[in-house]
């Protein structure tokens, strides 16, 4: 067992959650091996309080060490009357040896007669490994008695039960499924989950999207081992959106175990618009599972000789990717294109940033969204304006800010990188004593400090978050919310109340740090407001999350009949996103409304298309098959809603299965418990919506 596999193996034995523990034990049973696991399992006994794991646990470490022993014994090779004899007059933990040490001859033949042996068993941990090795062979007319095991009082005896089912008949569990898929146990849950997938992919899809993106740590590490099971490219969009939300930097890792082991064209391309928007900390991590996804997609030989050119265009793709972010950051702070009401340090900004070719040539780009007409004009006015970066080189004394213009100043700024720092350490806080430079400069001075993470001091920031300026008050929020969040924490709700759509966006953007789950929960609220100011709100503050993430939240507020205005401003977060997975996503939108704002999503589509096309995410293949599938999946989903619905014209239209009389009420419970998690959802957003 490698270093990092002892390491995972040993966070699994000390988890909280009982099933992980009894599963990591039963790893060790099947195929653990060495001195480390031995001594580890040795260390967990003294400790473990809970009587299977400890019976499990004696067990793994019989067998670990006879594993270590130089002569091992053979496999047991016994006649099926000779073994039931045996078997009849052993202990418990004889009887555990005994089927650890089964040859697959005997296997084979005591088969037919595991139900026999499981009904005169009466230890549960004991029941729970026959289970285990006899499951996928278990008489197809003798599976009632695994059903009967999933109310057992032992959790390992119900999950081998339900483990076993999963494989071998799935539409036995479905008179259990609703309370299997609420059931406080993450392991049972996920386990529910696969077999659900057996049933109905969709909703499954659906229960794992919920614990992943809306459960506790154990239920998110469920999850994940629960999507090895499902097919990769249902899964991926689903994981994809979850690795934007999580912070634990495990479970991260073993997200990107399952997309380095899928690896294909567009997984990099997307992974580069998640690490967009991540913290320093995150996009270090997201970096590692970016270059091992590369390395698998490398050493699979799919692109043969052409990989080189591969990473040129995911290199350039990376590059148009900031710059599209630069441009939606730049739109949101012009807002309407009011002049009265635009920042004042915007423009110098926006020319600075001008500089950059890729940038203008994404403004360019822009003037094709559907944006308003005072947004196009001021972007056409910044068009018209020099390209050329600020006449100042940063290497200029400080005392030459007294004799440059305003605007000269803000630019100056906003060109100060982390090498300039390095040559001028204490240029940006000897600036910041200077009492007399202008709200503007220093909010400036707020926002290159928290891009280069300079220390200021913390006190005279806060202190800043009282004034009236909305522009500087922004500026230090954003300041806070990147060196220091927690500090301006106990004051986020006040701000997150605030009229003022900057000061709004600055707290969630904080919030999104502390606590995403609480901030998606929020924007939701917004999104769903029937106040257009709200809308407009949880707009301005999605394009700082990663756009896989909120996705169907966006899709949902569009489908809904929005104002001209807010229409236009959800369109753009697309056109500013581009992603294979947004096309399916736009065709859903489209059935849902009226002429012509069809055929601006049709034409938002098609402009995607051909963007991923020219940026090499996606071949004209892999396209005309996505394109291929749009109505099939459109029609899955529509059944999936209705099958959700209490009332159905037909009961049996969830996973195809006979018309019996027995499963009528059967499918009535699995409608029951789908609702009812549709209505938690609704909960959870009137939560949010009061908070």
Same mark, same amino acid.
């Given at each position: 067992m490698t270093p990092e596999k002892l390491k995972e193996f040993q966070r699994d034995l000390m988890a909280p959650v009982r099933s992980f523990r009894l599963f990591a034990i039963e790893t060790a049973i099947r195929d653990g091996s060495g001195r480390e696991l031995l001594a580890l399992l040795e260390k967990t006994f003294e400790a473990e309080q809970d009587e299977e794991c400890q019976i499990l646990l004696k067990h793994a470490i019989t067998v670990v060490q006879k594993r270590l022993e130089p002569a091992r014994e053979e496999s047991i090779t016994l006649p099926v009357v000779d073994f039931i004899k045996q078997w009849s007059g052993s202990n418990s933990e004889t009887r555990m040896f005994m089927l650890e040490n089964l040859s697959q001859q005997t296997i084979v033949a005591l088969a037919s007669h595991a139900p026999e042996i499981l009904s005169e068993e009466s230890h549960p941990v004991v029941a729970a490994s026959l289970i285990r090795k006899f499951g996928t062979m278990w008489p197809t007319e003798r599976l009632k008695s695994l059903e009967a095991r999933l109310n057992a009082p032992s959790l390992s005896l119900r999950l081998a039960a339900l483990e076993a089912l999963t494989q071998s008949a799935p539409k036995l569990l479905v008179a259990n499924l609703p309370r299997l898929l609420s059931t406080e146990d993450p392991r049972m849950r996920a386990m529910a989950i696969r077999g659900l997938a057996r049933l109905s992919p969709e909703e499954a899809l659906l229960q794992l999207e919920q614990m992943l993106l809306r459960g506790d740590s154990g239920q998110r590490q469920a999850a994940i081992q629960c999507a090895f099971y499902l097919p990769f490219e249902e899964v991926k969009p689903v994981l994809l959106a979850y690795i934007g939300m999580e912070t634990d930097p495990d479970l991260l890792d073993r997200v990107g175990q399952i997309l380095a082991a899928n690896p294909d064209t567009q997984t990099p391309f997307q992974l580069y618009q998640t690490m967009d928007k991540a913290s320093p900390e995150k996009k270090e991590i997201l970096k590692n599972i970016l270059d091992l996804t590369?390395?698998?997609?490398?050493?699979?030989?799919?692109?043969?000789?052409?990989?080189?050119?591969?990473q040129d265009q995911l290199h350039n793709w990376g590059n148009q990717q900031a710059a599209l972010r630069i441009v939606q950051e730049c739109l949101d702070r012009l807002g309407d294109g009011d002049e009265t009401t635009i920042d004042p340090s915007l423009e110098p900004f926006v020319l600075e940033q001008m500089s950059y070719p890729l940038v203008r040539e994404v403004f360019n780009e822009a003037l094709e969204w559907p944006l308003g007409k005072s947004v196009r004009a001021m972007i056409r006015h910044w068009l018209e304006q020099p390209s050329s970066v600020s006449s100042i080189p940063v290497t200029q004394p400080a005392e030459s800010f007294e004799k440059m213009a305003p605007d000269e100043c803000i630019r100056f700024l906003a060109r100060f990188e982390q090498a300039d720092l390095i040559q001028r350490p204490s240029f940006l806080s000897d600036l910041w004593k200077n009492r007399y430079i202008s709200n503007d400069l220093r909010a400036t001075l707020l926002r290159t400090a928290a891009r280069l993470m300079v220390s200021l001091p913390l006190n005279d920031v806060e202190s800043i978050t009282n004034r009236d300026d909305i522009n500087l008050v922004a500026a230090a929020l954003e300041y806070l919310g990147a060196i220091?969040?927690? +500090?301006?924490?106990? &004051? #986020?709700?006040?701000?997150?109340?605030?009229?003022?759509?900057?000061?709004?966006?600055?707290?969630? +953007?904080?919030?999104? &740090? #502390?606590?995403?789950?609480?901030a998606i929960a929020s924007l939701k609220a917004l999104l769903e407001s029937p106040n257009p100011e709200k809308n407009r709100t949880a707009l301005a503050c999605l394009i700082y999350f990663d756009f896989a993430m909120i996705r169907s939240m966006v899709a949902d507020f569009i489908s809904s009949g929005p104002s001209e205005r807010l229409f236009e401003s959800a369109i753009c977060l697309f056109d500013a996103n581009p992603d294979p997975d947004n096309l399916h996503v736009l065709f859903s939108i489209e059935q849902s409304l009226d002429k012509k704002r069809q055929d601006e999503i049709r034409e938002l589509r098609r402009r995607q298309s051909e963007q991923l096309l020219n940026a090499g995410?996606?071949?004209?293949?892999?396209?005309l098959l996505r394109e291929n599938e749009f109505t099939r999946r459109w029609n899955a989903s529509r059944e999936m809603v209705g099958n959700m619905q209490l009332i159905s014209s037909d009961p049996h239209k969830i996973a195809g299965i006979s018309n019996q009389e027995d499963t009528n009420n059967s499918f009535w419970l699995l409608k029951v418990a789908l609702l009812a998690s549709f209505i938690l959802g609704i909960l959870i957003f009137l939560i949010g919506k009061a908070l």
């Open positions: 590369l390395k698998m997609l490398k050493d699979s030989q799919f692109l043969g000789n052409d990989f080189a050119a591969y220091e969040p927690s +500090r301006v924490f106990p &004051r #986020l709700e006040n701000f997150l109340q605030s009229p003022q759509i900057r000061l709004k966006v600055a707290a969630l +953007r904080i919030l999104k &740090r #502390l606590d995403i789950t609480r995410v996606i071949t004209k293949e892999i396209l």
